[in-house]
């Protein structure tokens, strides 16, 4: 299994401000995968990050409120722009397992927005 | 990814087996089975993956009926720190457009 490191674990943000949340593989990997869980839901895939191209986004998320850089192999970010309370929530990386649908992920950062 | 449909929640006390069965009549053929298992503020660890049969590992067992059209997750002997939430997912990543689509998920409630 890989290991997923994310930074930061957890933060109290002011409305309006921004946040810049790391992920670092320990290996090297073509595509990230990047998560929202907001509070007592399930996981909701906000866009895939790969290496040399731009990010592609799920429906409902844009590259203006969630932009995401992929500078290498083993590392992505994910940044959540002009924060409003209705961004608190969970946020994952992950990475593809190998089969199936074998995935692993980073322990997340909560996010919280006041 | 096929849809799944699986209970809501579940209570169980400490030493039982707990069994959760994932409904997945769409299953297609390349389609592999696999749940995951989340605790509170934590990222989701997969814990077994199957296509047919039954798969045991040092966590779960995982029980595939021929028609593989559901599939039970077994944890034998469970602890309070087996409470989470645990998903079912079927599909292939490559099939799926490399996405994974997580449902509600179960959650699991351990009492002593």
């Known amino acids: 299994s890989a290991v997923i490191s994310q930074k930061p674990s957890r933060d109290i943000c002011q409305r309006g401000t921004s946040l810049t949340i790391q992920c670092q593989v320990d290996?090297?990997?073509?595509?990230m995968f990047w998560y929202r869980q907001q509070p007592g839901q399930s996981l909701t895939l906000i866009a895939t990050a790969n290496q040399g191209s731009e990010a592609t986004y799920e429906s409902g998320f844009v590259i203006d409120k969630f932009p995401i850089s992929r500078p290498n192999l083993t590392f992505s970010t994910l940044t959540v722009s002009n924060m409003s309370p209705e961004d608190s929530s969970i946020y994952l990386c992950s990475i593809f397992g190998g089969s199936g649908t074998e995935a692993f992920f980073g322990q997340g950062t909560r996010l919280t927005v006041v | 990814l096929a849809k799944t449909t699986q209970p809501i929640s579940m209570d169980s006390y400490e030493g039982q087996e707990v069994n959760i069965t994932c409904s997945h009549n769409?299953?297609?053929?390349?389609?592999?089975i696999t749940w995951y298992q989340q605790f509170p503020s934590q990222g989701p660890r997969f814990i077994i993956q199957g296509y047919k049969t039954k798969v045991t590992n040092e966590v779960a067992s995982l029980f595939i009926p021929a028609d593989r059209k559901s599939s039970t997750l077994s944890l034998p002997r469970v602890s309070l720190s087996d409470t989470a939430v645990y998903y079912c997912?079927?599909?292939?990543?490559?099939?799926?457009?490399?996405?994974?689509?997580f449902g509600g998920g179960t959650r699991v409630l351990v009492k002593p």
């Open positions: 769409n299953i297609a053929t390349n389609d592999y």
């Open positions: 997912l079927v599909g292939v990543f490559k099939a799926a457009g490399n996405k994974l689509t």
């Open positions: 290996s090297q990997v073509t595509m």
